[in-house]
């Protein structure tokens, strides 16, 4: 904490922050826009809770494809209310064509962006929005750790407070945001959920896999998550050798590709460690085959969405304890009841969390898994996640 700062009063509790619609008094529904980059499958159900909502009348705005075409859309044809916008990229820099115009025409009591400084559009859409009357939010993770320069910090507080209020995933943003001085009367702690898309893409073979990894007693821990450098499942693999060292008959099963798939079987190969990488999948049948097969799920670092899917299977997880190398969902990762969390850096100590999480499973079972249900339903649900951004477009507001 910052020398001559005042103690940060932590956030109103994510089971708490909101407990049913009624609490959001209006006498007819409010006006909603919900801007974004696409509608990203994994957000279907909350998208589609608000849409239920009788607080509200929403409309979302979005391109139907991602930059890189790696995140699988919800048609906008799923929704009642819809405006389809342009994607214009340059280099990381995001452009939405029809976005001003919506805005102008659509005449919203509330506009909700994505809180992302490089949607250079999102910038005067803020200001356009709010000199039509509008209260304007932004939909983000917020701050990872504390800004690496001055600058930085500069331009993400000035872009910040362009909205009315930040909804931000979790506490620990809340935290750092109010510790580099952003006023906390202009943010709100939402949470986060997951939900899984029936039908986003071909799947793989679930009778295959299980077939082809039922011959034998190999325990299986990984994940199914895009396979990014900064998650560094490079350690994942360097433990798993370790266990096998220590006579654990355990192998690795990733579901998902992207740029570090190659680093990871090579270091696979070079290590003697069994590798098993199904490639990317979305539908609930290779989803669920590949749960049935993972012991555990194990993200070194940066472990965000795939925490819930994997605890909504029942799934424990074990993942670092530092939050600056973390994203907001690590926090359902309670230690000795939905998972095991390590110090960063040390293959041994992930190690050792490996192998404590599997006696988790071997002790525990089924209750093991309810709880990691149970979290979920408790603080990581669509109608939470739902209920808690509804609670928040009326605060502020009196």
Known sequence: MRRGRAPVEPPIPLVNAFDSREQVLMSQPMSVLIVQQLLAHYRRGVLMELERSAAIQVTFAADTSSKDGSIPGIPLTSFRRTVRLKNSWLGPVLWQRGLLRCIVR???????????????????????????????????????????????????????RLADRILLYGEDGYRLGAEAGFPTDRMSVIGNS?????????????????????????????????????????????????????????GVLLTGSGPAQETIAK???????????????????????????????????????????????????????????????????????????????????????????????DEQGESLAEACRAEIEKNWSVEAHARRLLSALGEGTA
Request: aromatic share 8%; with cysteine; glycine share 6%.
């Open 267 to 361: 270091e696979a190969e070079r290590l003697g460690v069994p590798l098993f990488l199904t490639g990317a999948a979305y539908d609930d049948a290779t989803i669920s085959a590949v749960y049935r097969k993972l012991d555990v799920t194990v993200l070194p670092e940066r472990a965000g969405l795939t925490v819930m899917q994997s605890l909504t299977y029942g799934t424990p997880v074990v993942t670092v304890d530092d939050p600056y190398h973390q994203v907001p969902e690590f926090r359902a990762v309670i230690p000795g009841v939905t998972g095991v969390l390590y110090p960063r850096g040390n293959v041994d100590a992930l190690a050792r969390a490996i192998d404590q999480c599997l006696r988790m499973v």
């Open 194 to 250: 997951y939900s899984q898309s029936p039908s986003a893409s071909t799947p793989v073979e679930a009778l295959d896999l299980e077939a082809s990894l039922s011959h034998d007693r190999t325990r299986f821990v990984g994940a199914i998550v895009r396979l990014n450098h900064e998650k560094r499942f490079d350690m994942l693999v360097s433990a798993v050798d370790v266990l096998r060292r220590q006579g654990r008959d355990i």
């Open 106 to 160: 659509g005449r919203f009591d509330c506009v909700i962006f994505s809180g992302d400084a490089k949607h250079i559009s999102t910038w005067v859409a803020l200001a356009l929005a709010r000199l039509l009357g509008a209260r304007t939010y932004l939909w983000t993770i917020g701050w990872h750790r504390p800004d690496s320069t001055r600058l930085k910090g500069m331009a993400r507080t000035l872009f910040y």
